[in-house]
């Protein structure tokens, strides 16, 4: 993403976060951030809160028992992501000296979720003492409007105009009016109303009887509109209609995904989880699902995030790459504006409806530079169509596929030496524009920063695979002409790829080409993409094969984005030296295609021992690059995205690798090219996969050197081939 050092688009850390591991809820444009009592509150690093379309609302919202926390009791995230249970219990009250309710004897349950841009609460208040008892409780709100970017560390010099909050016997609304001309509001609504207010604090006085229940609702509602005009209050569900919608949504969402069960319970709870991941972070677009990059730095539409995601999970469910290329189609680059670095036919890098980016502080209400989007939009619609035969589709997606290929040949090369190159034409823009975009990620052997303009190596590979896939698409739709050309190209360019960038004592390829053609010699996991999109040539995949799993790269659990002893490599930093869950599944993908199985089984087999000790067995963006040691597990890394959409689809990418599968749609064919399982896994259930208008269900048997693999149920006409 955005990471720059001295600037105003870097994620700043100054100190540790508040709750290391926030609970998060999503639902469409709409995310919140709760620590684990339930309660948001704007200290220590910042984030938390209820945030509509990357502004933050509600910047408080805490619950109290007689002025203080409740004691707790445990929290978790159900797991279908659309429900947070907090449970806890009553301190000791005390009055006049003497213990009034001994602790322990109310039970306090708190539900949260999100529904249609509204935070719903539900809090339950059960007495188990054996005396009536008198609550003291206090809800205690406020809300701050600030700018998703201001939240990550960026000054503002002025700001918009907070309006004083305004009371109502069961509610508090505050109003916010913005420099971009909207008018933001945030409603809260309680059921029953507090006793009396103070401020922004409703206080409540609860007499329970023994056995006794009492229940209380919050409901938060995000409203806009127009600068100076009174905004009508929303029509929201109560808590009870908003929980079944968004449970029914969330079961809707997993339906035509096919389902994964194997013998090993953990191994099915990170399945479940990135599944859950994935149906959280997908958004609801007139264009169709868009799984939004991650939360709570980048949940919108990144061209390239949503690309390698669809990507990741296509064998799984190919709706998200249908919907990922309508969306980015829609908003592809139509003209030349240099300040959001776009040119015809370029992909859509960042969009971003918040208050900075349309009185444009940060140029990315609608943000364009980043060189790798476009080649990998073509390659991902070559790949749907190979998953799912939707020629209808691709029928109108195919202007946008000729307009993305003038692009890389036009703008993405503009001196016409064979490589597509990036140089940012905006000073407001990004200076590292490929998936390693923070500012210190491509250098020189001496740790000399590359100049302008940079050819990144795995941008090339994703050019031949895009001139591959676009031939064959080319061929399906009649265009034989255009599939010669466009083959000869790809076929030029993977020879010239190999005399410029091979580094035979790196055993891999430079991470680039800078300005005066200068080979970046590093050792980056930037090869690993080379593998992935084919252009690796077979001899050199077999040295990186040994080369990537090497102690200075393979930390024993993922391969570090830059090998230990090389320059500027930190274990702690963004690109530099961690460890990036989707940069492994590629790797793993490729490695696999190559026909080195026991590699990628390697990555799969460190990923899966990682995900265990994170929260919820769920893989961050990233994690620290530090070696393992013996009884710890790996070490987070302070700001990373958690859940990540391209990290929750890293499991799925990495089976695929793994099981060498392979689908063909247009001859309904379902292929697994030297399967493999790992040895935590004897046996996996695939069910409902679905190819065209045909499902099969599949049980995968590991054995020693190969997977057998049998076929339960059958509907429509596949043809399942399996080669070892």
């Not at 309660?39 to 002025?67: K, V």
């Not at 249970?85 to 949260?112: Q, S, T, Y």
């Not at 023994?210 to 229940?215: C, D, L, R, S």
């Not at 590093?522 to 990537?548: K, Q, Y």
Request: aromatic share 10%; with cysteine.
């Amino acid at each position: 993403m955005n990471e720059r050092i001295g600037d105003q688009w870097y994620v700043a850390a100054t100190a540790a976060r508040a709750e290391e591991s926030p609970h998060v809820l999503k639902h469409e444009d709409t995310f919140a951030l709760f620590d684990r009592y339930g309660d948001a509150h704007a200290w220590g690093a910042g984030e938390q809160g209820l945030y509509h379309e990357d502004t933050r609302y509600l910047s408080r919202m805490e619950l109290r028992i007689a002025g203080v926390r409740p004691l707790f009791l445990g929290s978790t995230v159900k797991e279908g992501n659309n429900l947070l249970i907090v449970e806890l219990m009553n301190p000791d009250i005390m009055r006049e000296g003497a213990v009034a309710l001994g602790k322990g004897e109310v039970h306090v349950f708190r539900a949260k979720l999100l529904w249609d841009g509204a935070c719903h609460e539900h809090v339950r208040l059960v007495h188990h003492g054996l005396a009536p008892a008198r609550l003291p409780l206090t809800w205690a709100f406020g809300a701050d409007f600030r700018d998703l970017f201001e939240v990550r560390g960026v000054a503002r010099t002025e700001r918009g105009e907070l309006h004083p909050p305004q009371h109502t016997h069961d509610g508090l609304a505050f109003t916010y009016d913005g420099r971009d001309g909207r008018r933001r509001r945030m409603r809260i609504r309680l059921n029953p109303a507090p006793r009396h207010w103070d401020g922004l604090h409703a206080h409540y006085e609860v007499d329970l009887a023994p056995g006794e229940e009492v229940h209380l609702y919050c409901t938060c509602v995000c409203e806009t509109g127009n600068t100076g005009e009174d905004l009508v209050p929303r029509t929201v569900p109560g808590y009870d209609e908003a929980y079944c919608a968004n449970a029914e949504a969330r079961n809707k969402g997993l339906v035509r995904q096919c389902r994964l069960e194997t013998s090993n319970p953990l191994m099915d709870l990170w399945l479940d989880r990135s599944a859950s991941d994935l149906s959280m972070l997908t958004t609801r677009l007139p264009t169709g699902p868009y799984p939004y990059a991650g939360v709570p730095w980048y949940s919108t539409t990144f061209g390239r995030d949503g690309i390698l995601t669809a990507r990741e999970c296509l064998w799984v469910d190919p709706r998200l790459a249908r919907g990922v290329l309508a969306c980015l189609a829609a908003h592809q680059a139509r003209q030349e504006e240099p300040a959001r670095d776009a040119e015809p036919g370029k992909i859509l890098h960042e969009a971003r409806k918040c208050e900075m980016a349309r009185t444009g502080e940060v140029p990315f209400e609608r943000y364009y530079g980043t060189v790798d989007a476009t080649p990998l939009f073509v390659g991902l619609a070559a790949a749907y169509f190979e998953r799912t035969g939707d020629l209808n589709f691709i029928r109108g997606l195919w202007p946008h596929v000729l307009a993305a290929l003038e692009w890389i040949d036009r703008y993405g090369d503009l001196d016409g030496d064979g490589f597509v190159e990036y140089a940012r034409r905006s000073d407001r823009g990004l200076v590292q524009q490929g998936w390693k975009d923070s500012h210190d990620s491509v250098f020189h052997a001496d740790g000399e920063m590359a100049e302008m303009p940079i050819a990144l190596c795995e941008v090339q590979a994703y050019v031949y695979e895009a001139k591959c896939g676009a031939a064959r698409l080319a061929r399906v739709l009649g265009d034989e002409a255009r599939a010669e050309r466009l083959a000869a190209e790809a076929a030029e360019l993977r020879r010239r790829f190999h005399q410029a960038f091979w580094c035979e004592d790196l055993g891999t390829y430079a991470i680039a080409l800078d300005g005066r053609k200068r080979p970046c010699r590093v050792a980056t996991s930037n090869g690993g993409h080379c593998l992935w999109s084919g252009i690796a040539a077979p001899e050199h995949a077999r040295r990186m094969a040994e080369r990537f799993m090497q102690p200075d790269f393979f930390s024993g659990w993922g391969v570090r984005t830059v090998a230990a002893g090389q320059p500027r490599y930190n274990p702690m930093s963004y690109h530099n030296g961690s460890i990036w869950p989707h940069d492994n599944a590629l790797l793993a993908v490729g490695l696999a295609r190559y026909g080195h199985t026991e590699a990628a089984l390697r990555l799969l087999t460190g990923m899966f021992e990682a995900s265990l000790y994170f929260s919820q067995h769920r893989l961050p963006e990233l994690f620290c690059g530090f070696p393992r040691r013996a009884g710890e597990g790996p070490t987070l890394y302070p700001v990373a995205c958690s859940p990540q959409a391209w990290a929750a689809a890293a499991v799925f990418a990495l089976l695929q690798g793994c099981l060498g599968i392979e689908i063909d749609a247009t001859h309904g064919q379902l292929g697994f090219r030297l399967p493999r399982l790992p040895e935590f896994i004897d046996w996996m259930e695939v069910r409902d996969l679905q190819i065209c208008d045909a499902k099969v269900d599949l049980l995968l048997q590991r054995y020693h050197h190969n997977v057998g693999v049998e076929v339960i149920r059958k509907e429509g006409n596949i043809e399942v081939r399996v080669a070892v």
